[in-house]
């Protein structure tokens, strides 16, 4: 559970500018089951240090939600907000990373549109991105390849459902998958669904049936594989290009819808 002794709440100090800075958060190492606390620092996009990106699925909010200290105060996070950081969390260094939910100011329409035109830049920029899938129940059986059940379980989570994973995933450096506290390489997830699927001579998925006997608990179709095959597609010719910073959410969906229809 999070931290709730002190009454004083987290107070944004404005950006000195909105277009050429950032805010990164400092998770400070720490035993599990301690306190959540963390350090929130503005920096210059065009020399930051280096730091992780987050990509995850907010998810719905509530008054019991979780409370972490960011800089001395409480701030309220979403639950599956507080299960990532927690699993990000190191015990003996810091981690250096960019949430969208804390390190824009939510509340300030003004901050919050000019940092959303940065997030091409925060994503070409940061070392890593970090994709929060969750807590999977079962070990993972994981020797360089993925078992057809870890891969159908890692495609029915909620995160592929998100719009802005097809920016957040196409301008990505280095995507890697976090499940539980087991990094997984992105590449290593693409093999997997390319050995469990594969495609026939038109291009197309072939038939679910291999499948449809694993039970993880959640919806599959043929969409959520096309989805991924866009994904993976998209990413690796955008990665390709010099001026994938500068493309924007919508071009990028644009071609997404290609990619799909494709």
């Known amino acids: 559970s999070g931290y709730t002794a002190s009454p004083k709440l987290f107070c944004y100090n404005p950006l000195r500018d909105d277009h050429e800075c950032i805010r990164l958060l400092r998770i400070l190492p720490a035993r599990s089951g301690d306190t959540v606390e963390c350090q929130l620092d503005e920096v210059e996009t065009e020399n930051c240090p280096p730091f992780e990106?987050?990509?995850?699925?907010?998810?719905?909010?509530?008054?019991?939600?979780?409370i972490i200290r960011v800089s001395g105060s409480n701030f309220q996070v979403t639950r599956n907000c507080y299960d990532a950081i927690v699993h990000l969390r190191g015990t003996e260094t810091p981690r250096v990373v960019w949430i969208d939910a804390i390190c824009i100011d939510q509340d300030n329409a003004q901050e919050k549109n000019a940092q959303v035109e940065r997030l091409g830049a925060v994503y070409t920029r940061a070392q890593r991105t970090i994709i929060w899938l969750g807590v999977y129940e079962r070990p993972i059986p994981f020797s360089g390849?993925?078992?057809?059940?870890?891969?159908?379980?890692?495609?029915?989570?909620?995160?592929?459902?998100?719009?802005?994973?097809?920016?957040?995933?196409?301008l990505s450096r280095t995507p890697v998958l976090l499940v539980g506290r087991h990094e997984i390489p992105w590449v290593t997830l693409e093999a997997g669904i390319n050995e469990l699927f594969g495609s026939n001579q038109s291009g197309q998925w072939i038939a679910l049936s291999r499948v449809r006997h694993i039970n993880t608990g959640g919806p599959f179709s043929s969409r959520i594989i096309q989805r991924a095959e866009a994904l993976m597609d998209m990413r690796r010719v955008i990665r390709g290009t010099n001026h994938a910073e500068n493309m924007g959410l919508l071009e990028l969906l644009i071609l997404f819808q290609d990619y799909q229809s494709g």
Do not use: F, H, K, N
Request: hydrophobic fraction near 50%; aromatic fraction near 12%; include cysteine.
């Open 53 to 66: 990106a987050l990509s995850y699925v907010w998810g719905a909010r509530s008054a019991s939600d979780p």
């Open 145 to 170: 390849r993925l078992d057809d059940v870890t891969v159908i379980w890692m495609l029915q989570r909620a995160w592929w459902t998100r719009v802005c994973i097809i920016q957040e995933l196409s």
